[in-house]
């Protein structure tokens, strides 16, 4: 579903919700897709797929494979996949990606580090997006 470049619109199956009007404190686990359109106050774990409404809030950290920001994230993201922040969208946190776009009328405070996958596995969080120097990389 989130292997290939898709845009909000091709995103139809949506396998978890927080609806608008609804506030979520805790942290979410799941292997499916989640879409907000209200708050969600904690960190997202392992998700296949984020879609962040127009209207949506996430405070906390973002663990998943792809990601569609509409709304406002303050906190940090990794992110296997892709990274898209929309127009209206705002990040206020590091991104750890494979892929990022943004568009016009985007918000993003924060630090970038792209990152290569060709192997398939998904990635553990960067530890070093709180500000912390990364490990060294070692020589083969």
């Known amino acids: 579903m989130f292997g290939k470049k898709e845009s909000l619109s091709e995103m139809t199956k949506v396998e978890n919700l927080i609806a608008a009007d609804t506030k979520f404190i805790g942290a979410v686990l799941t292997k499916k897709s989640l879409r907000i359109d209200g708050d969600l106050e904690g960190e997202i774990k392992e998700a296949d797929g984020v879609i962040l409404g127009k209207g ?20 940090n993201i990794s992110c296997l996949g892709r990274i898209e922040i929309l127009k209206g969208g705002e990040l206020q946190g590091d991104i750890r990606a494979t892929e990022l776009v943004i568009n016009e009328g985007v918000v993003f405070n924060g630090k970038c580090e792209m990152t290569r996958n060709s192997s398939g596995l998904r990635q553990k969080p960067s530890a070093h997006l709180g500000g912390q120097a990364p490990p060294p990389e070692k020589e083969h």
């Open 56 to 75: 949506g809030f996430i405070k906390g950290n973002i663990n998943a494979r792809s990601v569609i920001i509409s709304g406002k994230v303050v906190g």
